[in-house]
């Protein structure tokens, strides 16, 4: 009785089988895990590069401004005075518009998106609190006020800055020098010559600035409106302040949003420690310049679908072999699984050359036709043409899951559900204890 029971469990029996088909699908994952390494090396290489692209572009920039900036001078308790601490004055009205040209700029295999940007800005100040600041012991100099932009790298300035005033007067820019305790980023400053401690300042600034990968607009007045307009059809908005009206095409992306008061936060006035930890918040609308190319993240993706498409390749094999009576052996399986692990190999070295959706083809294709024509070879010339297209299917299902970003899971759990439905479907009649009266 025993000799007879065990006898039906032997590597004959399609259940056995089955179960062996299984465990080399969960063994099968390991090589191409191991492409994981591959990809987090060539990917680091490409960090690396781009980096060093996007510090000589003026790296990922940062602008805010324009600010008055006003000298006080106070006295000590020896009666002397002296110049030591300065008040930041915010505009109560303020407008940014960043007109951002990006391109892409390439180094060995890598590339980066690098922009110039043409930035103007409009402020207008309330001065009548100034002279509200005024003591026995504090002077506030508003004669010697500057107007202040800060920006990220001043490396990549790629012109002149001027500042225009109300009057139609113009002044250019200079470099500030960072022992006046101004905080953190790099400023560049303009004076405003018989500046009033009364009523209003109106002014307008331009600026030509390059960088790389991220630009970000801080809100520098009471309330202010940012519009930025570029020709990257790919922006990734982020920072604490998001679009409120944005428009995306082909031919690249307009947004803007208004920050009221309540919103910023910003007073009417700062002192440089108050305006140093303020400034480091960097509470602002920052937009990246995506790249949609990039063949690690790509590659990176269909790896996590792994599991499901050596399971669909073995099931469809194990389906032939059932249909056809042909054995086929453990080896076998285990060599149409490196088939599948050296796709995504070929698919991690094509993409950094041709780009992603070539690639694929390329390497589905080859792959394909390889497992394809080697099923012909196992279960005969007729099988050919069926397990190509079958193939083919599993390989289309994996480059639509690649698309397919937030309705991937759906996609995968309906085509994990189907390829199950199917193998119960074609082994309904299957005697799984191989007891050979096989229907």
């Known amino acids: 009785m025993n000799s007879l029971q065990n006898s039906k469990y032997n590597f004959k029996s399609p259940g056995l089988k089955l179960l062996l088909v299984c465990a080399l699908v969960l063994l099968m994952t390991i090589p191409a895990m191991f492409i994981f390494v591959i990809i987090y090396d060539r990917s680091t290489r490409a960090d690396q590069i781009s980096t060093e ?10 602008i805010v401004g324009p600010i008055l900036a006003v000298p006080v001078e106070t006295m000590d308790s020896d009666g002397i005075w002296s110049t030591n601490n300065t008040i930041f004055v915010f505009a109560n009205t303020g407008e940014v518009l960043a007109d951002v040209d990006v391109s892409t700029k390439k180094k060995s295999l ?21 002279q509200s600041l005024n003591d026995n012991n504090k002077k506030i100099l508003i004669n010697q006020a500057l107007i ?60 030509r600035l390059g960088g790389a990968k991220q630009i970000s607009i801080i809100p520098f007045a009471k309330s202010t409106k940012i519009r930025i307009v570029s020709n990257w059809p790919h922006p990734g908005f982020s920072g604490d302040y998001l679009p409120d009206n944005k428009q995306i095409s082909d031919n690249g992306f307009v947004g803007s949003r208004t920050i009221p008061k309540l919103a910023s936060g910003l007073p009417d006035t700062l002192s440089i420690t108050a305006w140093n930890k303020f400034s480091q918040q960097e509470k602002g609308m920052n937009v990246s310049f995506v790249s949609l190319s990039s063949p690690y993240q790509f590659v990176s993706r269909s790896l996590k679908y792994a ?22 052996h453990a080896a076998q399986y285990v060599l149409v699984g490196l088939a599948q692990t050296v796709f995504y190999l070929l698919l991690l070295a094509f993409s950094e050359h041709i780009g992603f959706d070539l690639a694929f083809a390329i390497a589905a294709i080859a ?40 309705y991937a899971l759906i996609v995968g759990a309906v085509a994990s559900l189907i390829g199950i439905a199917t193998t119960m479907y074609m082994t309904r009649n299957l005697q799984w204890y191989g007891s050979g009266n096989d229907k």
């Open 53 to 62: 692209i996007a510090f000589a572009a003026g790296g990922a920039q940062k």
């Open 110 to 130: 890598y590339s980066v998106q690098v922009y110039e940007s043409d930035l103007s800005f409009k402020a207008e100040f309330d001065l009548g609190k100034l």
């Open 148 to 207: 202040l932009l800060q920006v990220s790298d001043l490396r990549g300035a790629l012109s002149d800055a001027e500042l225009t005033l109300e009057d139609g007067t113009t002044h250019v820019f200079s470099p500030e020098s960072l022992n006046r305790g101004y905080g953190s980023g790099q400023y560049i400053s303009a004076s405003i010559p018989n500046l009033a401690d009364n009523g209003s300042l109106k002014v307008s600034a331009t600026l």
């Open 307 to 328: 599991l499901l498409f050596i399971g669909l390749v073995f099931l469809t094999f194990f389906l032939f072999e059932m249909s056809n009576k042909r054995p086929v």
């Open 367 to 406: 792959v394909v036709a390889m497992t394809g024509l080697y099923a012909g070879a196992v279960f005969g010339k007729k099988q050919t043409v069926t397990a190509l297209l079958l193939f083919s299917g599993v390989y289309l299902l994996l480059f639509v899951l690649m698309r397919l970003v937030d």
